[in-house]
């Protein structure tokens, strides 16, 4: 639409509207077509005639970086209008310092006649008294929505109810939009990546692979399906996938059926950027919908891209499958992976602490990859085989008395965290209870403030503990699986010739790498392997066990001896 510069006697003047969820509780009287309809007759009767519309709907108050407003200044500081017409000073914001600067600098410096309707506010009558009074209590109301929002929120959110639209995988449930239910198509896709991870392939493959076969990314595949979307849109090819979606689909915990709320905040109404909230902060609700991914999968993945995020050497360009996975158990530091500069088919690893310069530990822990990778090997036919000829004992040996000690201290924390979360609800709704009376006015807002702030400090006190009792559980289910699952794990690397990225990450938790010692001429190296849900194990000897001295031979002409640290069982 062209505009017209000021030839007319009165000019041109703007009619500006603006709403947002802030009104919502007058809708009908703030409508974007009844402010229209105010504005049109009042600029009439003050002898306006060439008018334009300037429309934000949906926009909040309290950021001044709306279209239709920043249009509106833009046509200002070009010398289209004379004058502004609001349906209320509200209308303009609800930041009363920046509307301030509105109403008596940036008007009246591009003379400008503002008009107020419902406010009774002419600039061309004068300076009105109560209008920066009019601009703090515009303020105050967008402050008060919002704490009272905030309120409504936690409520849904500790009620399990996802405060986040449906991750691409699942659609919201037409029977109950609050909750969510798999999209089949896309879903199919979520266990492809899924299945792909633990076969070992990365992001950038993951990515190639889906892009060869023509499927599309997620905002493609929302707009095919004529779902709107937040944020900012996809301008690459519909088949173009992106290392970060890749790897952001690998750690939703949402696809094992979860629910976690309160992922991130703000730290004001007026300021729009989310803050990622700590993990103690959010609240974790589990098997709330169906789960695309079966909670094993997804923990196998997670291990399995732990420690990915490190210097690769620059000669090999891939690290170990052990990277991630070796500790010192002298000082409880990871052992790096390296080549040797002279020859690089000897890869080894050492103890950081020892190669950091600062000698926190006092030995350097190295060992070859290829004695590991025989180690290991070795250790994971030994405990198949105990496995399949010794079933009755290994499953005793996994329901021994400590794993029934931990159940137990396990149970005692999730009834203290259980006592905890039901009061929490409670106190969600005397919150809900308390909102409602001030709503209809039944209680002050000072008393509202006075008891609202008694329950936040209850319910302040009770989150601290919950955090805490969350972490501990959280470290402690981590680490169990069911038994018959673990045997089932087992059992696949019966006879198993070479170690594999999948293997280690379904098998083994973390091991425990001791200097090697030389006694009596012979140089013996310790090795504990620590597994997932029977933590550190050695396997009896027994007649169908298999059994072998394993050596390697150094570049110094030193033989290195491998024993295992025993364990009692």
Not at 307 to 320: K, L
Not at 375 to 380: A, D, F, K
Request: net charge positive; with cysteine.
């Amino acid at each position: 639409m062209k505009l017209s510069s000021k030839k007319n006697e009165f000019g041109t003047a703007a009619l500006y509207c603006r709403l947002s969820r802030d009104d919502n509780m007058d809708t009908e009287s703030n409508s974007i077509q009844n402010q229209k309809k105010i504005l049109q007759k009042a600029a009439k009767e003050k002898g306006y005639t060439d008018t334009l519309f300037f429309v934000d709907d949906g926009i909040t108050g309290t950021t001044m970086n709306r279209p239709g407003f920043q249009k509106m200044i833009q046509a200002i500081e070009n010398g289209y209008i004379s004058a502004v017409f609001v349906k209320d000073l509200s209308r303009l914001g609800r930041n009363y310092i920046e509307v301030g600067r509105l109403t008596e600098e940036f008007f009246p410096a591009h003379d400008v006649r503002l008009v107020a309707v419902s406010d009774g506010v002419d600039s061309d009558e004068g300076e009105n008294e109560f209008t920066p009074f009019k601009n703090i209590m515009n303020e105050y109301y967008a402050r008060d929505i919002s704490k009272k929002r905030r309120i409504v929120n936690k409520m849904k959110g500790n009620s399990g109810v996802p405060l986040s639209p449906p991750p691409y995988g699942y659609i919201k449930n037409p029977d109950d939009p609050r909750f969510w239910v798999i999209d089949p198509e896309a879903a199919e896709i979520v266990r492809r990546i899924y299945q792909m991870a633990l076969d070992g392939y990365g992001l950038a493959e993951t990515a190639a692979a889906l892009e060869k076969d023509g499927v599309f990314n997620p905002t493609y595949y929302w707009r095919s399906k004529g779902t709107s979307r937040g944020g900012s849109k996809s301008t690459v090819e519909p088949t173009k996938w992106g290392h970060t979606t890749i790897k952001k689909i690998l750690t939703l915990q949402e696809y094992c059926g979860d629910v976690i709320n309160f992922k991130s905040y703000s730290k004001s109404y007026k300021v729009k950027k989310r803050i990622e909230n700590p993990e103690e902060n959010r609240a974790i609700f589990l098997n709330v919908h169906e789960a695309i991914i079966d909670r094993p999968t997804w923990e196998k993945v997670q291990s399995m891209k732990k420690g990915t995020r490190r210097r690769r050497p620059t000669v090999t360009q891939a690290p170990s499958v052990f990277s991630g996975y070796l500790k010192c158990p002298e000082c409880g530091g990871n052992l790096n992976f390296h080549f040797n500069q002279g020859n690089h088919d000897i890869k080894f690893f050492s103890c950081q602490n020892h190669n950091s310069g600062l000698r926190k530990c006092s030995k350097t822990h190295y060992i070859r990859l290829e004695f590991l990778e025989r180690v290991v090997l070795y250790e994971v036919n030994r405990l198949a085989s105990f496995a399949n000829e010794y079933e009755d004992d290994f499953i005793k040996t996994m329901m021994g008395r400590s794993a029934k000690v931990t159940e137990n201290e396990r149970a005692r924390k999730q009834r203290e965290l259980d006592g905890l979360l039901a009061r929490d609800k409670e106190l969600d709704g005397l919150f809900e209870r308390l909102y409602e009376d001030n709503v209809s006015q039944k209680i002050s807002d000072a008393r509202f403030a006075k008891m609202s702030q008694r329950y936040e400090q209850e319910q302040g006190e009770n989150a601290k503990r919950i955090k805490a009792l969350r972490l501990e559980l959280k470290k402690s289910e981590g680490k169990r699986m069911d038994i018959d699952t673990f045997l089932e794990t087992v059992r696949r690397y019966t006879n198993a010739t070479e170690i594999t990225q999948r293997m280690v990450a379904e098998l083994i938790d973390h091991i425990d790498v001791y200097h090697a010692e030389k006694q009596d001429g012979v140089t013996t190296q310790h090795i504990t392997i620590y597994y997932n849900c029977i933590g550190a194990f050695s396997v009896p000897d027994r007649r169908k066990i298999p059994a072998a001295e394993i050596t390697m031979g150094t570049r110094k002409g030193v033989a290195v001896s491998y024993s295992p640290e025993r364990i009692a069982v």
